[in-house]
């Protein structure tokens, strides 16, 4: 049974709170790996400041990148870079046991004892490469110091702010570890390692978790470029901050808000056929698992699921095959005379709507296919069996047993789905667009890379998405609040 924080003793609510503090700290440790912002392997400014200390760690060459030219001048120490390296080297692997000793420490005591160990190693390698990252820095010095003349080309960082953050933070490691490892009580000798199954649940969980929040949230502090009349390659400052200038030209100015109107009605329009054929994935899973010739049905699935791996840019070769001038349907219709001469269906800017749809249908059937199939196979064979009994056909069995089993998980779909209605993607419409369509192609997500990239209007690009993202929570809690008033139950 496990111990109740009323009849812990005083040592052992010392360390648990050391626990809590080591475990806080090796998430910082770790996270910071990810950082640009706090790289303390930037021993020169010549090193790109978007650089992590990740990047630097395990990627030589990104490191050096246009350093070869000042190594062969002398203004620049190929010593000091591969100890720079190795140390940054050194400090992610430190980082990564000790995160793995953070984890570990939700175990019995054998485990936590044992995850200790990760800590110390982790907290001392970490330690070792500060000084190697500082011997690194040093020699770049001592190269200004000699030829002061290379300063401006050296341009060494003296700033100590990163490097002592992860010098406090691998010592802080390397301490709580040691006191755990002596607060700990030594493990029996038959005892084994254990983690109660609601941690090891949550470890498992944790990996998604950190790519959600390093792929969804953490990219969400980008949204400060709105504010700033930014150029790519500058650093932000209050000297180009210019406040809702970019969220009032996108509304006053004519020309923007002309072309933002058609990249919308492109938008809603495409998501809007895909919103009232969404009921095309379960149609089709019902019927594929109607079909009692398991090779057959396992045929059917795989030809409709690998289209879901195949790149939009092969499937446009595809298609660039077929309905180009000099395709296989262009020739076939003239050699038979139904043409006189060939045609560039591609070209075509009428019914684009519907032939993105059909494209992205054909390839993301079979995918989205998947989880109503798995939902079908979870439903009660009793259901079938007394449906049987009162006489019900195979067709009645399906729309009476099947189909009502899976609409929570259609609502549920058709609810996300919804909420992400100016989500259409971008790689689809790129490779599709052409001088011909461009009108009727230009969805948001396309018109943001086009504005971000093509443009260089990063602000204004940065606008666009934080609106799209605010229309899609308030539509996701709209769908969800109509959901709950027609069912009873909602997403969220």
Request: charged share 15%; proline share 3%; hydrophobic share 50%.
């Amino acid at each position: 049974m496990p111990t109740t924080n009323s009849k812990l003793t005083g040592r052992e609510q010392v360390t648990r709170v050391v626990y809590w503090i080591l475990r806080v700290v090796s998430v910082f440790y770790v996270l910071f790996l990810f950082l640009p912002s706090v790289n303390p392997a930037r021993i020169t400014l010549n090193i790109n400041r978007n650089h992590s200390l990740l990047t630097s760690g395990f990627f030589y060459k990104v490191l050096t990148d246009g350093m070869g030219r000042g190594i062969q001048k002398g203004w620049m120490s190929q010593q000091a870079l591969t100890i720079d390296f190795l140390a940054s080297m050194a400090c992610c692997i430190g980082a990564i046991l000790a995160g793995f000793g953070g984890c570990a420490s939700v175990g019995n005591n054998k485990l936590r004892r044992f995850a200790s160990f990760f800590s110390i190693g982790g907290g001392a390698l970490g330690s070792v490469s500060v000084f190697g990252i500082l011997k690194a820095r040093n020699i770049l010095a001592d190269i200004v110091a000699a030829k002061p003349s290379y300063a401006d080309k050296t341009n060494v960082n003296y700033s100590n702010t990163n490097i002592i953050l992860f010098a406090v933070i691998a010592g802080l490691i390397l301490f709580l570890g040691l006191l755990v490892l002596i607060l700990n009580k030594k493990p029996e000798k038959d005892e084994k390692f254990e983690i109660e199954p609601k941690y090891r649940l949550f470890l498992m969980f944790m990996p998604f978790a950190i790519l959600v929040f390093v792929f969804s949230y953490l990219p969400l502090w980008g949204w400060r470029y709105s504010f700033f009349d930014y150029k790519a390659g500058q650093t932000l400052s209050m000297q180009n901050f210019v406040g809702f200038k970019w969220f009032v030209a996108l509304v006053k100015d004519p020309a923007y808000a002309k072309l933002v109107g058609r990249v919308m009605i492109n938008t809603l329009a495409m998501s809007g056929i895909g919103l009232l054929t969404s009921w095309l994935p379960m149609v089709f899973a019902v019927f594929l698992s109607e079909i009692k010739s398991s090779k057959i049905r396992r045929f059917i699935q795989t030809c409709t699921t690998l289209p879901n791996f195949i790149s939009w840019v092969l499937v446009y070769a595809v298609a660039l095959a077929i309905f180009s001038t000099d395709g296989f349907l262009s020739s076939f219709m003239v050699q038979n005379g139904f043409w006189e001469q060939g045609k560039n269906l591609l070209m075509s800017a009428k019914g684009t709507w519907f032939k993105m749809w059909a494209w992205g249908t054909w390839k993301g059937l079979g995918w989205s296919a998947i989880i109503y199939i798995s939902a079908i196979s979870g439903i009660d064979q009793q259901l079938y069996e007394a449906a049987t009994v009162d006489g019900a056909g195979r067709f009645q069995k399906m729309w009476h047993v099947t189909l009502p089993e899976l609409i929570p998980t259609y609502v549920v779909l058709l609810t996300l789905q919804i909420a992400g209605i100016l989500s259409n993607g971008m790689e689809q419409y790129f490779v599709f667009e052409n001088a011909m369509n461009s009108n009727s192609i230009l969805v948001l997500d396309l018109y943001v890379y086009k504005i971000g990239i093509g443009s260089g209007l990063i602000p204004l690009s940065t606008v666009v998405g934080m609106l799209k993202s605010v229309v899609s929570v308030v539509l996701l809690f709209i769908a969800n609040n109509i959901s709950k008033m027609i069912r009873g139950t909602g997403v969220v």
